[in-house]
C-alpha cells in the first residue's frame, strides 16, 4: 500500500535572494550537478558550501549566464534577510575568486 506523507515533512518554505556577479570572463565558472554545484575554479564550491552551512535549511548554487558575462547567484533560506545575506556574502566569494584568477593571467 502506497503511503503519503503529510506535505510539512517533504516540504519546506524557502524564499530566495538573488543576485548577478560582473565577471570579466563567464567561462570560467564550470557547473554540474543540474548546475547546482561548481567543479571550477576549484575551491569555491567549497566556499560556498561553508556560507550555506552557517545558515538553517539553506541553499545556494551560482551558475554563469548564458547571456551576459556574469555570474548569478541564487540562495534560499527561511527569511529574506537571511536569503539576502547568503546571496551578498556567496556574490563576493564569486567576485574575489574570479578576481584572483584574473590577476594571475
Known sequence: ????APSKQWYQRRVRGQLKVAVADRSLIKTF???????????????????????????????????????????????????DALAMAVGQCVFDCMELIRAKL
Not at 575551491?43 to 535549511?57: H, K, W
Open 33 to 83: 550537478d543540474a548546475e547546482r554545484r561548481v567543479s571550477e575554479p576549484e575551491g569555491l564550491q567549497d566556499q560556498i558550501d561553508r556560507l550555506v552551512a552557517e545558515y538553517e535549511a539553506a541553499r545556494c548554487f551560482v551558475r554563469p549566464s548564458g547571456t551576459e558575462n556574469c555570474v548569478r547567484v541564487h540562495a534560499e533560506c527561511r527569511t529574506q534577510r537571511e536569503a
Open 1 to 4: 500500500q502506497l503511503r503519503t
